[in-house]
């Protein structure tokens, strides 16, 4: 994720993903430099939060925010095999991290592009830009871990979680639009005990309250370096 970062134009060499160890034993989280401004997240998509997320969907239109007033820029995913690229860019393009990214850049123009857009015509917009395209490919096979077959990554769903607004969103372009979570204090960032509690932890609780036990996710956190 450092290396798509910082070929889509972010940071250069300011920020970087951390990972997280834990969620509840700050000596496991001490090695992020706070505050976080961003969440990227994998999790399997279990019975129960299958069924969540579709209670949540049910009753919403399409999404139809747009414009500089739009607090904060989301993406219906339409490319195939790009979850994780575009929860990067959701990370990215949204809140404090936005701050860092290079004029001139891609994801500059992506952001800039994206602003006046309706949802179908961004979505558009991002599945024809060559430019994000060839920056997912050239790092996709890059990593210490071996791509899983397909069969097996079925069901893995990249969240991203950005604050923006005094707000904590929840961004997945498989979803009806951005999700808000809720407020966060000036002083809670995305990794505060709240943020965690409206957010990757109300996942976590959906599948133990219904008696499910596949608890697996990764997460990594964008901070600024060191």
Known sequence: MDQLAAKLGLGAGELSFYDVYSLDEPEL???????VLALLVIIPLTPAWDRDRRAEDADKGEYTGVGPEE???????????ACG?????HCAINGQAAAHIQPGSTLEKLRSAALPLKMAERADMLYNSDAFEQAHKSVEQVGDT???????????????????????????GSRKG?????SLDEDEDVLSPRALDLGLKRIIK?????????????CIALAQKS
Do not use: C, M
Not at 29 to 35: D, F, L, Q, Y
Not at 206 to 218: H, K, P
């Open 71 to 81: 607090p904060v820029i989301w993406f219906k995913q339409t490319i195939g095999h």
């Open 146 to 172: 071996a791509s899983l077959p397909t069969s097996e990554n079925n069901g893995q769903h990249f969240v991203a979680y950005v604050k923006a607004g005094g707000r904590l969103w929840e961004l997945e």
């Open 206 to 218: 959906v599948e133990l309250d219904s008696g499910g036990t596949d608890l697996r996710f990764s």
């Open 29 to 35: 989280i001490a090695h992020i430099p706070r505050p």
């Open 85 to 89: 690229s575009i929860g990067l860019l």
């Open 178 to 182: 951005p999700l808000d979570r809720g």
